[in-house]
Structures are given as structure tokens and as C-alpha cells.
């Protein structure tokens, strides 16, 4: 099913350009990323998919029908200032304050909340106003909201920004899980380090509000001159596969989720992604293997040597994993 489709889209906030002659589509159930520097329209496209915005010129449509500048329930959106979607009393209320809106009762909205907050790992501020908390913690709220009315489709702008590593792992498997649920996910973001972790598609805008790339998070990655021209990375900055690389170290590399049509995975191009591929996964294989030990010492820690035992296995086996990852890719 068709989520959205924008045909030729344009956006002006009082004469000034925020999106141009935009057009594509999104399917239920795909995780995309929406990339581009600052003032590209990341937020502008948020907006009008969530029927805040109406396009000044275009076609959008929503749930094959024209969309009607009203709110749709089976749409929630994040944005990336929290504030603007927090006004209750306390956190408690504004877990409880959706379900309740949208015609559910007291006792399975209490519930709904109490799983969100056990979820998030936010209980402890459960009478905690939300203008008391830190920049993460009122993140982490401002998502609870969005899942406490179990929507079909998640707007997500700029989310993983102001949280902390350990938060923004725990963010990155919510999303997974999301995705396994058959969620529809579209994320806005300039951080081009967590987008395959994130997504199976990767839509890039210019700094001319137009649309410049539409392809797999890999192909984005790997072209070079495109992320330049969209002013994500800089032409001096270390580069792997052409980009800035920080390694998130959630398991998202399991490119056995991505759900593409075999049309999309031509010939030609398979020996040059899964090069790609393979030296990532060696240049980052001393990390991963360090990682292994990092996560082992803490497992030991909480009384899990079984688990330890196997990640440290695991770490020590990483130096057949580098000779199998060369092997493979003499095979190319």
C-alpha cells in the first residue's frame, strides 16, 4: 500500500524557497532517511506529511487519498525540538493524554503508559514535569508520546540528536523493533552514520530544496560527489567509503532486513556494494572485536558469565573473520 505519494511538491515560507519540485513515494512498512544539510526542507517534509504544512504548489497525497491538511491519527511525528510537543503537568500525563484522546479507556491507557515508561526506561520520571528534565530525557518523553498512540506511520526529525551513545543504541533497536512490526518509519536527519542502521532507503536534498539521490543508505554513502554537492560531508574530511564514519556498533548491519525488489538488486552492481561491504567490515573489525570485550566485561558484571564467555569467544575469532573477509574479496 501507498503511505504517500508527492508529485512535484513546493513549499515557500513568505517567498522564501524551503522545498522545490519534489516528488516521490513512500510504501507501508519502508524505513527511509530523509538526508540534507541545514534549511535543505528535511522539516518542511516532515510537516506537510504530517498535515501541518499544505504544499504551495504539488500533489500529496496520504493513504491513496489527497491529503487534507487535517491531522491523520495513524500519523505521528517527533519533533526536533521536544518542547514543541510537551505541555502537561507531568510526564504521566502526557503518556496517558493520547490514548485517552483517541477513545481508549482509563484502565488500557494506564496500562499503555506503564509499557512505555517500562519500554524507554523512564519510570523514575513518571511525576516528574516535563520542563524539569534534561534535553535526552525530554527526547525520550516526546517519543513515548508518539508510540503511546500506536500509529501506523513514525515522522521522525532529528532524533537521535542530544542523546547520549548508550540512548541513542537503546533509540536505534526501538526503531528495529518498529520496522520488524511492520511500521512505517521516515526519519529526518544530516547524520549519515546512523542511516543504515536506520533505513533501507536513503533520499537526499539539496541545498537547492530539490531532490538530489534516491537510493540504498550504501549507494548514498558511497557517492561522493553527491554528498558534497548536499553539503553533508566536506571535501577535506577523513573519508570512508566517502563519508565521515563513526561507528554506531548496533547490530544494524544485518543487511538481511532490507526489503528491496529484486529489480532494484541488478548484476553490475552487486560485486561493487559488496566490496563495499567487505571493507567496512574490515577496517572496522578491531572495533567490533573491542566492542565484544566491552559488552563481555559488562555482562560478567552483572552475573552473566555465559554470555561473557561467548562474546569474548567471538572477539577472539575476529582475526579469522579479517582472513575470510580478504578471501572473499579476492573472489570479486
Known sequence: MKIFGLRNISYSYKGRTALENVSFDIHQGESISILGANGSGKSTLLYMLQGLLKPSSGELAAFEKEASGIIDPRISMLFQNSQAQLFCLSVWDELVSGPLQRGLGAAAASQRAEDIMQLLAIGHLKDRSPWQLSGGEMKKVALGTC?????????????????????????????????????????????????????????????????LEDDLPANVLA?????????????????????????SHFGAHDHNEIKQEPSAFKEEQMDAKLKVLLEHWMEHNEEHAKTYLEWAEKARKEGNAALAGI?????????????????????L
Open 147 to 211: 508510540l503511546s498512540t500506536n500509529p501506523d506511520v513514525f515522522l521522525l526529525d532529528e532524533p537521535t540528536a542530544g542523546l547520549d551513545p548508550r540512548s541513542q543504541v537503546e533509540f536505534m533497536e526501538l526503531i528495529a523493533g518498529l520496522r520488524k512490526a511492520g511500521k512505517t518509519i521516515i526519519t529526518a536527519t544530516h547524520d549519515l552514520h546512523i542511516i543504515q542502521d536506520l533505513s533501507e532507503r536513503a533520499i537526499v536534498l539539496g541545498e537547492d530544496h530539490r531532490l
Open 223 to 247: 557517492k561522493k560527489d553527491v554528498l558534497l554537492k548536499a553539503n553533508l560531508i566536506h571535501e577535506h574530511m577523513h573519508a570512508h567509503v566517502g563519508y565521515k564514519h563513526e561507528h
Open 311 to 331: 562474546l569474548e569467544k567471538i572477539a577472539k575469532e575476529s582475526g579469522n573473520l579479517t582472513r575470510l573477509f580478504e578471501q572473499a574479496k579476492g573472489k
